[in-house]
């Protein structure tokens, strides 16, 4: 793996990546294999001279204690005083004494004979000169060093280069299709020129007070969150004046070296993801340096007992925690569960392994864990290896590890069956266990707590009947009808939760309780934050069926957008969805730019606009073209366009 010399760029030049293996953890191995060649030759006189001391006792009990796994000869021995066996220590009597003894004997020789050996062979390399000495560990180092070597080169289920298809048009030719695609992008720029005036660099925008803002998944660092995500809903959109200036802001200000603790699990879906697509989508290898460079900093967060990462991880020190919130110290499904599509692509474009290999220890991990009712639970301690409290969820905690499962296997063109298998097992157990219909015949999906299934749909839920649609093909005893049906019901049902209220906009959550049906009953669950799930439905709703219910759907949903949450300075969330006098959040979220913006502009425009069997969108609507991973190594992919 070569290191690639980087040009300067706008005048500063950025430090070169190594994105081969790194060299330092070979130095550190190397270097302490002559303290360990030492240690062991003391090790092997001090356990001869042992066992020799040992061996030559006079046999004083017929009772020897072993315990050196030798279970076939020897008998478990139960602890009379406590009845509880003690396996691994074993005891010698009874009828067969005899033969035990001669068995004794063979391994007491074997044993004595192994460490005559090693004993011969140790004086023999003292006998040996400092020269000869030191030559024989150099070649030592040299084997490690080769065979470090080699395991990295390993190759990893593979990519050729991706076609990218569609990444221009999608003109409707449809004079009203075209003025609605219009408008989505007028409210794109009214977004994107309210934060380059008032938040530029800042993560995020107050689009009342015209500053800037941040919340704690960003860290404490300026880090422009909003330039990167909406980076390829600019490209696709066609302005590209304003994607220059965004990528000069990233060329310039865009730093990692920074004392800042963020969120693995958002900065890897809005920044990995939204550089990647970025660098796909317009071929400027700077998205792609950045995306690595980030990446390195968030490797840290792995080095947790059991592989699986840290919620956060500060970028400059590489400490990770976990958020104090979650069950008993644990790490929350839904995040590291949702890396995957963006680790296989930083391997395939690098020829690292690392982050393959990151993200698929996790998966092989959750595949051997049990689980109850065949369900995930949302909270995994990464210290123990042990899920918390029993609580599965569709929406928030839980949504984007099962829809990574699915673009796992679509991402990989469908060759990921191992992705595939996951998937259809934990969809079958969530609809067994999760979905129900309510009275009014709305298909709803609860959220399971402890063995109850409460009757709560979150806002982020209504992303799976998007999911739903984009696995009915390649479902299990070709079940597409059914989960094509299902998806649709869900958009129905989260139709109803937005139709349901006084702004025709979506509460974060609703109950289906008696005669209560999709509608938010306490006061902290009514408030629309400009999300994007319900809209995303629609879309995929809208590129399998053409059913026009759905671009109607999504234009209800527009012009509630541009009624209740425009501002002067952009848009903001609202706090209360049932009341006609809307109080505004004062948050531009960084994913109306990402997400929301952006399916509705796809909404509107024709299929060929990132066809989907050529694109798979991250959780954050950042597209990431299918990799053709049976066909080669992941080998460094020299020129992606
Ligand atoms: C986005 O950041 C992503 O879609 C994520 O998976 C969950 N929620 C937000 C938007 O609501």
Redesign the pocket.
């Known amino acids: 793996m070569t290191t690639p010399a980087l040009l300067p760029l706008s005048g500063r030049r950025i430090p070169p990546l190594n994105l081969g293996p790194p060299s330092f953890p070979h130095h550190r191995a190397t270097l302490r294999l002559s303290e360990k060649f030492i240690l062991l030759l003391i090790l092997s006189a001090f356990i001869t001279l042992c066992f020799g001391a040992f061996f030559f006792l006079p046999d004083s009990s017929k009772h020897k204690r072993f315990d050196l796994g030798l279970e076939d000869v020897l008998i478990p021995h139960v602890d009379a005083g406590k009845g509880a066996k003690n396996p691994g220590v074993f005891l010698i009597h009874g009828p067969d004494e005899h033969r035990h003894r001669e068995e004794e004997e063979r391994l007491r020789n074997k044993i004595r004979a192994d460490h005559e050996k090693a004993l011969e062979e140790a004086k023999e390399k003292l006998k040996k000169s400092r020269e000869e000495i030191q030559a024989e560990i150099q070649t030592e180092k040299n084997k490690v060093v080769q065979e470090m070597k080699t395991k990295e080169k390993k190759p990893v289920p593979a990519a050729p280069i991706p076609n990218l298809i569609g990444t221009h048009g999608g003109d409707p030719e449809d004079n009203d299709l075209r003025e609605k695609r219009e408008k989505i992008k007028e409210m794109m720029k009214h977004a994107w020129d309210n934060y380059r005036i008032y938040g530029w660099g800042h993560n995020e925008l107050r689009p009342i007070a015209r500053k800037g803002h941040s919340t704690n998944i960003f860290g404490s660092s300026q880090m422009g969150a909003t330039i990167v995500d909406a980076l390829d809903t600019l490209y696709i959109m066609g302005l590209h004046d304003e994607f220059r200036d965004g990528q000069k802001w990233i060329e310039n200000n865009l730093d990692f070296s920074v004392n800042s603790e963020v969120s693995v699990f958002?900065v890897n879906?809005?920044f990995i993801g939204g550089l990647l697509a970025a660098y796909y989508l317009s071929g400027e290898e700077i998205f792609k340096i950045k995306a690595v460079q980030l990446a390195e900093k968030l490797l840290p967060a792995f080095n947790t007992p059991t592989g699986i990462p840290w919620a956060m991880v500060n970028l400059k020190s590489g400490v990770g925690r976990n958020w104090g919130w979650a069950s008993a110290g644990s790490s929350i499904l839904?995040e590291f569960g949702?890396l995957h599509m963006e680790f296989v692509h930083l391997s395939y474009l690098t020829g690292n392994p690392v982050y393959y290999k990151k993200v698929m220890h996790i998966r092989k991990l959750l595949q051997k864990m049990d689980r109850p009712n065949g369900l995930y639970p949302n909270y995994l301690n990464p210290r123990t290896g042990r899920w918390g409290q029993y609580h599965t969820s569709v929406g928030?905690l839980g949504?984007?590890f099962y829809?990574y499962l699915l673009k796992a296997w679509l991402m990989s063109d469908k060759t990921d069956h191992e992705a595939r298998k996951m998937y259809d097992d934990a969809i079958e157990a969530i609809e067994k266990h999760l979905i129900r219909k309510s009275r009014g015949g709305l298909t709803f999906i609860g959220e399971w707590k402890n063995g109850h299934l409460e009757k709560k749909m979150g806002?982020?839920a209504c992303?799976a009947g998007g999911m739903f649609v984009l696995g009915a093909d390649g479902s299990r005893m070709d079940q597409a009808g059914h989960y094509l049906e299902l998806g649709a019901e869900i958009a129905r049902t989260c139709h109803e939760s937005y139709d349901r209220t006084a702004l025709k906009l979506g509460p974060e959550s609703f109950k289906f309780d008696g005669a209560v049906e999709a509608v938010a009953v306490r006061q902290a669950e009514k408030y629309y934050?400009l999300?994007?799930?319900v809209i995303?439905t629609y879309w995929y709703l809208w590129r399998f069926t053409h059913d026009p219910r759905y671009r109607e759907w999504g234009w209800e949903a527009a012009l509630a957008i541009e009624k209740y949450c425009r501002v002067n300075g952009g848009f903001s969330g609202v706090k209360d969805v049932y009341s006609s006098t809307p109080m505004h959040d004062d948050v531009q979220?960084?994913?109306f730019l990402?997400?929301t913006l952006k399916y509705l502009y796809l909404l509107f425009s024709s299929d060929d606009l990132l066809p989907l069997d050529h694109w798979v969108f991250n959780?954050?609507?950042h597209p990431l073209p299918v990799l053709h991973l049976a066909n080669t190594t992941l080998s460094r992919n020299p020129a992606v366009r």
């Open positions: 958002e879906i809005r839904a949702t928030g949504d984007s829809e806002h982020l992303f934050i999300r994007p799930e995303e979220q960084s994913f990402a997400e959780t954050e609507a």
